[in-house]
């Protein structure tokens, strides 16, 4: 996963800015669909003007950003349906720490809220950023807001899993031994 995670980095933020620039999320962001999504869970966004920073097209990247995470969280959970990638999931569940699993878990979905808040919810804390480094830190963070989807994203499939996957085991241990107990009261009488 480092290894994945190093090599989407080097690759991936880069060709995510350069993806983002491309003026076709201008009509993405005007469908019909992909608006009354955002408007749900990036409201921030609609209020924003296609030129809010000079020379940079904020509310195309933005829009980029968004899609790209809804994509990746979409896939994600399609990831789900294939066998080879729950069996993977599951044996990292099984074989890896779970402290640590849940530990890295919460810290990736708070650097994760945390950027999203800041990004599509509330525009006080990006003013502010945006008022100290004169904007500069505004499109790093969106451009590296699908790095920590990615992340986030399959962590949360890992620790979705294996928590399913504990409680339906000890879900069907107590109905087993409340079976056998019924049984043997019933042998009894």
């Known amino acids: 996963m480092i290894m994945s995670a190093v090599g989407g980095a080097i690759v991936g933020i ?11 999320w201008d009509y993405v962001g005007e469908f019909v669909l992909i608006k009354k999504l955002n408007t749900l869970v990036a409201p921030g966004i609609e209020g924003i003007p296609y030129k809010e920073l000079p020379d940079f097209p904020l509310k195309r990247v933005l829009i980029a950003m968004t ?24 044996l990292v569940w099984i074989c890896y720490d779970r402290k640590k699993l849940l530990h890295y878990f919460s810290i990736s979905g708070l650097i994760f809220g945390a950027a999203w808040y800041i990004l599509f919810i509330n525009w006080n804390v990006l003013a502010f950023m945006m008022s100290l480094q004169g904007g500069g830190g505004v499109p790093y ?20 899993l294996g928590l399913y996957r504990d409680a339906s085991r000890k879900l069907s241990r107590m109905a087993a031994s409340r079976l056998a107990s019924r049984k043997t009261r019933a042998a009894t009488a």
């Open 14 to 24: 880069p060709l995510a800015f350069f993806v983002a620039l491309l003026p076709i």
């Open 67 to 90: 899609s790209m995470v809804e994509l990746l969280f979409l896939g994600n959970v399609f990831a789900l349906f294939v066998r080879k990638i729950r069996r993977h999931a599951l």
């Open 141 to 160: 963070l969106a451009v590296l807001l699908p790095m920590m989807a990615f992340v986030f994203g399959h962590l949360a499939t890992i620790v979705g």
